[in-house]
């Protein structure tokens, strides 16, 4: 893949239909606590790896909402998830996480700046009901 910037026009917008899907959010931090927000508002099935949680992310794993593993990333964990976000501060662990993710053809977005080595991007969204823009 590019290190460029994609071009508007390069981007495909596609909604993906996540109900009952395996999605994997390494990351325990705030950026992390949204994405497994969205990712639990689609229907996925959530994972969270990370050493440490923010206190959300620690009521959702003791309801049994999400699935959560206190320990760093292995390679391992993205085998069997159909979408992985990489939501770490650290940027060399964000860009492992994208490069197994694509050694098993699974879909990766990461939220800092190794994004542009990932799969997908997520826009910034406005949702009012049934509709989002």
């Not at 395996?22 to 790896?49: D, N, S």
Request: aromatic share 6%; net charge neutral; glycine share 8%.
């Amino acid at each position: 893949m590019s290190n460029r910037d994609p071009t508007p026009e390069a981007v495909f917008p596609v909604g993906l239909l996540l109900d009952g899907r395996p999605c994997l959010v390494v990351g325990g931090g705030k950026i992390a606590t949204r994405k497994v927000r969205a990712l639990l508002e689609a229907g996925a099935v959530v994972t969270v790896v990370s050493p440490e949680i923010q206190t959300e992310l620690g009521e959702l794993a003791a309801a049994g909402t999400v699935k959560y593993h206190a320990r760093d990333f292995v390679p391992e964990d993205v085998i069997g998830q159909f979408l992985v976000f990489a939501a770490t501060s650290i940027e060399p662990i964000n860009r492992r996480v994208l490069e197994e993710c694509a050694m098993h053809n699974v879909l990766a977005c990461s939220v800092d700046a190794s994004w542009r080595h990932g799969r997908f991007l997520t826009p910034a969204t406005f949702r009012n009901r049934s509709v989002a823009v």
